[in-house]
């Protein structure tokens, strides 16, 4: 009697979200209309673009990918490098090699349509615990429990849960599948996220628009600022290095390499540089043994810093003309956008522009 009255209580829970999600709900460019029936192709991009990286950036990435590859058949026929070019800026860039892998995959063992279990998802490249999840559910509606970091924060604040994130994790993912719904669960799972980007938000929750706010405990406790609890974060380590930039002898091209196809921004393209050392900056004279030409080299004022997941890279700039080079290619500068270019590289590339301009 007792599971059966917690059951009922959860129940009542989750219908109260679905009802505000049927008022409130976010209207994105992936999602189906209400009362319409999900794109798994489309679900799928768009939890690819998501992770690590936020709504409002993937959107117009998002609309530009359905533009050029309507469905997941256009997307496995098309070449890696195009993707590359397309994903460009997005970063995480093994993210475009995966996405490739997938849809071929998909389109070779699963005849163009996705399997719609977690566990068969959570098999096909560039999905984790959380995308498989949150595919099955979305995309197909199956019971799933779908925790991404917005959800923790629900919890952690519904729940009053002191213990700080990592830590909290498995706690907090037990709290949310007690709350799991007896159906809709596609819907649920947006619901939550749009509850946890709207309304729970990390500051300054907008807590009397929440349709859980009578049984929240950290509104009760007075606990909102303060959960979820975090360990502070390391702080990241320091990596240097000295960037190349070749102008040919009219300055209308750079030089660019490609990078390997394994490690970080895998595949993509980049100005040359020294390794990335935490060690201090190498003197240019050292370091124009790195270089990809003999020329004379010179340093410009500056520094171009870039944050990854693991580390912050910082660059010094050195730029050159020279219209002779082993390898690379040359790419003009006006041209540099449909290159599979990473933000880094664009900076840098930038930073030696407005030294130009100003020069
Ligand atoms: S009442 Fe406030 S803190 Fe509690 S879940 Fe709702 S928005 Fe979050």
């Given at each position: 009697v007792a599971q059966k009255m917690e059951e009922g209580k959860s129940f009542a829970l989750s219908n109260q979200l679905l009802a505000w999600y049927d008022r409130h709900r976010r209207v994105l460019p992936w999602?189906?209309?209400?009362?319409?029936a999900p794109d798994p192709y489309k679900v799928w991009l768009s939890e690819i673009m998501l992770q690590q990286t936020t709504v409002a950036t993937v959107g117009p990435y998002f609309q530009k990918f359905i533009k050029r590859w309507p469905t997941l058949h256009d997307l496995a026929k098309a070449d890696l490098e195009s993707i590359r070019q397309m994903w460009a800026g997005l970063g995480y860039y093994r993210r475009a090699q995966l996405l490739h892998e997938c849809a071929?995959?998909?389109?070779?063992?699963?005849?163009?349509?996705?399997?719609s279990s977690e566990n068969e998802l959570r098999k096909l490249p560039g999905f984790g615990p959380y995308t498989a999840a949150a595919v099955a559910a979305i995309a197909f509606d199956q019971r799933a429990n779908v925790i991404d970091g917005n959800v923790e924060r629900?919890?952690?604040?519904?729940?009053?849960?002191?213990t700080p994130l990592p830590k909290a994790k498995a706690k907090l993912r037990a709290l949310a599948?007690?709350?799991?719904?007896?159906?809709?669960?596609?819907?649920?799972?947006?619901?939550?996220?749009?509850l946890g980007a709207t309304v729970c938000t990390p500051k300054s929750p907008k807590c009397s628009l929440c349709p859980w706010?009578?049984?929240?405990?950290a509104k009760a406790k007075g606990l909102i600022e303060k959960l979820p609890r975090r360990v502070?974060?390391?702080a990241k380590p320091q990596r240097r290095a000295i960037a190349f930039v070749l102008y040919d002898a009219k300055k209308r091209r750079v030089l660019l390499r490609r990078r390997p196809a394994k490690g970080l921004l895998a595949g993509m393209m980049e100005v040359p540089t020294t390794v990335w050392s935490e060690k201090a900056f190498p003197k240019l004279e050292t370091a124009q043994k790195e270089a990809p030409v003999r020329a004379c080299w010179r340093l410009i004022p500056g520094v171009v810093r870039h944050v990854f997941s693991h580390f912050e890279l910082e660059l010094k700039v050195a730029i050159a003309s020279s219209?002779?080079?082993?390898?690379?290619c040359w790419v003009l500068q006006d041209r540099l956008a449909n290159q599979a270019l990473p933000s880094v590289m664009h900076k840098v590339i930038r930073h030696a522009q407005k030294h130009e301009r100003e020069a």
């Open positions: 999602r189906a209309l209400p009362g319409g071929r995959l998909v389109l070779r063992n699963y005849k163009d349509s996705f399997p629900v919890m952690a604040r519904l729940r009053a849960v002191k599948e007690a709350l799991l719904p007896n159906k809709r669960f596609g819907d649920y799972a947006q619901a939550l996220m749009d706010i009578s049984v929240c405990e502070p974060a390391k219209s002779y080079t082993k390898s690379g």
